[in-house]
């Protein structure tokens, strides 16, 4: 399923990439942080693995600029992400609409046992649950920020986005999740 | 009420985005304003519920397949060897780190398996790869949250042979490939391995015999 990613056309040709053995070292340090990064998009433990080999074969293919490697491969994760979201979206409305049920949020459709079970235990985390209801923009440039710990420059660049609207982003989601999050923390 | 653009000013202030003039006058709201200051308390106690969401993952193992991705392939190709030794002469005039011949007691080194990461509380140990040097000794490669390190087996204990500080680097001023750590411990590896990193397997065994 995540082999089959597109992903988001990035443009490297202008770009001096990492040499094969300095990107796989890279990658290694940079895998913890990576896997919290996609948990924290995806919200499920089965997801964010798959999103984090997705995001590997991605950029061992590609490459990573030298000058911005890691702005570079949060926005290779991001856009894998987003692309299987548009996926699901699709293959549930196809699924669903037969039904004539409403889908709400992709998360909220296991695809797995395995993911069933995993979601069965995140169901008692107020904080995954209130991540799984902010919109993809304000969850990501959190991540991106909270949990990366990148600065608004490099979210700038990763996103495309002027640092101002950064700035104003990530205080609108953070506002947004401590709404979602109520009185349950 | 917290205005918006306040909440703003408090989200950059909470992520270390303000500087100079608009930091000097925020920081002083800051201590006249109890509103604020609650705020930004509610705002780092979020910031840290989500930190320790996303370290859940912490806890699971890599999965093999992401590890199959990024170990280093063995052999290496002349023109990439070429350029690795120009960007490992410049790292010799000016970083490279003999670590002193101390000697760790990091028996968890001894279980790990390439690609197995050991936490204990926040630091952490990963070993990337392993290698026979050589004399016929065993190296290891590995990370700790704040080193990268080679530790190659002396008796019954590892041996840190280099040590370079690991630290988050800037957009914008990442070293060049072959440069900084990573180049420090390509040379020592390039200057000590026999042949290619050790296979999963042949690792397993030396694990189950203590690396005999």
């Known amino acids: ?185 | 009420m917290i205005q918006d653009e306040d909440l703003t000013l408090l989200s950059a202030y909470a992520d270390g985005e303000l500087v100079g003039e608009d930091l000097i006058r925020f920081s002083e709201r800051l201590l006249k304003e109890p509103a604020l200051r609650r705020e930004l308390d509610a705002i780092r106690a979020v910031d840290e519920l989500m930190i320790s969401h996303a370290r859940q993952i912490d806890d699971k193992p890599v999965p093999e397949e992401i590890r199959a991705l990024v170990r280093v392939k063995s052999g290496r190709s002349a023109t990439k060897l070429f350029a690795m030794a120009a960007a490992v002469f410049l790292l010799t005039i000016g970083s490279f780190i003999l670590a002193p011949q101390s000697t760790i007691d990091y028996a968890v080194v001894d279980e790990l398996e390439s690609g197995q990461r050991f936490v204990q509380g926040d630091d952490y140990i990963e070993v990337i790869a392993s290698f026979r040097r050589l004399d016929g000794g065993f190296c290891r490669e590995l990370v700790t949250s704040t080193a990268h390190r080679i530790v190659c087996r002396q008796n019954t204990s590892w041996r840190i042979e280099v040590e370079v500080p690991r630290q988050d680097v800037p957009l914008n001023s990442y070293q060049p490939a072959g440069a900084g750590d990573i180049g420090t411990i390509d040379a020592f590896v390039r200057e000590h391995m026999a042949g290619s990193t050790i296979e999963t397997d042949e690792e397993r065994k030396l694990i189950k015999q203590n690396w005999r």
Request: proline residues 3%; negative net charge.
């Open chain 1, 1 to 185: 399923m995540w082999n089959s990613f597109t992903g988001s056309t990035l443009n490297m040709s202008e770009r001096t990439v990492l040499a094969d053995e300095v990107l796989r070292r890279y990658l290694v340090e940079e895998m913890g942080s990576m896997r919290r990064y996609a948990l924290s998009l995806t919200g499920s433990l089965h997801d964010a693995d798959d999103l984090v080999q997705a995001t590997v074969e991605r950029v061992l293919t590609g490459g990573l600029p030298v000058d911005a490697p890691k702005a570079w491969l949060v926005r290779v994760c991001k856009n894998l992400w987003i692309d299987e979201i548009r996926k699901r979206k699709i293959r549930n409305h196809d699924s669903y609409s037969e039904e004539g049920e409403e889908v709400s949020h992709v998360a909220d459709i296991p695809s797995n046992p395995v993911e069933t079970r995993i979601d069965d235990v995140r169901r008692y985390d107020a904080i995954g649950e209130a991540l799984e209801k902010l919109t993809e923009d304000h969850r990501v440039i959190l991540s991106m920020i909270v949990v990366e710990g990148l600065s608004y420059a490099q979210v700038a660049e990763a996103l495309e986005l002027p640092v101002g609207t950064v700035m104003s982003r990530v205080a609108r989601a953070r506002t947004s999740l401590r709404k979602q999050i109520g009185g349950e923390i």
